[in-house]
T-cell receptor, first 110, second 114 residues
Framework: EDQVTQSPEALRLQEGESSSLNCSYT??????LFWYRQDPGKGPEFLFT???AGEEKEKERLKATLTKKESFLHITAPKPEDSATYLC???????????FGTGTRLQVTL | NAGVMQNPRHLVRRRGQEARLRCSPM?????VYWYRQLPEEGLKFMVY????????ESGMPKERFSAEFPKEGPSILRIQQVVRGDSAAYFC????????????FGEGSRLTVL
């Protein structure tokens, strides 16, 4: 059974304080690793797709990286508007059926 | 281009009643997924549908839950004889193909069972 574990469960940062979120996975045949952002009371919003070890993607203050066992979401100089829950998910089959981790709740304060 | 539309956003039912949740995918998307999110838990896959077909229902409870995606109209997730444990946020997502893991989610329907 595919497993996705995210850490830490919660993270509190001051504005400008860079950090990383971790997503470790155990799957048979990875066909993609995905990062989503979820704001309170909203549905998840797609951020990145990573397909192979060594791949990196960037968007504004976020950068996602992938190894054979885990992915990191690096947040550089975060702002309060980056506060959200960040979800990691894996795809192993042919359909877009994703297995999600429980997320990291990020709070960025002034 | 409207996003994924779910309704109702909030639904309150008493134990034993039926709940019907609706989802209209993004225009041009023929693949619909339903996920359930329990408090303090991650999103759990329930069912994957294409027009008029259930492709994968491996995440659906065997009893009381059913889903459809008719040729015309929205996808519907139906929960019969609800119990308190069914209280959760139910999210619908759509995609244009199966090649992508980029799902477009609705804002969810929050079911509360009294």
């Amino acid at each position: 059974e595919d497993q996705v574990t995210q850490s830490p469960e919660a993270l509190r940062l001051q504005e400008g304080e860079s950090s990383s979120l971790n997503c470790s996975y155990t799957v048979s045949g990875l066909r993609g690793l995905f990062w989503y952002r979820q704001d309170p009371g909203k549905g998840p919003e797609f951020l990145f797709t990573l397909y192979s070890a060594g791949e990196e993607k960037e968007k504004e203050r976020l950068k996602a990286t992938l190894t054979k066992k885990e992915s990191f979401l690096h947040i550089t100089a975060p702002k309060p508007e980056d506060s959200a829950t960040y979800l990691c998910a894996v795809k192993t089959g042919t359909a877009s059926k994703l297995t999600f981790g429980t997320g990291t709740r990020l709070q960025v304060t002034l | 281009n409207a996003g994924v539309m779910q309704n109702p956003r909030h639904l309150v039912r008493r134990r034993g009643q039926e709940a019907r949740l609706r989802c209209s995918p993004m225009k041009g998307h023929s693949h619909v997924y339903w996920y359930r999110q329990l408090p303090e838990e991650g999103l759990k896959f329930m069912v994957y549908l294409q027009k008029e077909n259930i492709i994968d229902e491996s995440g659906m409870p065997k009893e009381r839950f059913s889903a459809e995606f008719p040729k015309e109209g929205p996808s519907i997730l139906r929960i019969q004889q609800v119990v308190r444990g069914d209280s959760a946020a139910y999210f619908c997502a759509s995609s244009p193909s199966t090649d992508t893991g980029e799902l477009f989610f609705g804002e969810g329907s929050r079911l509360t069972v009294l």
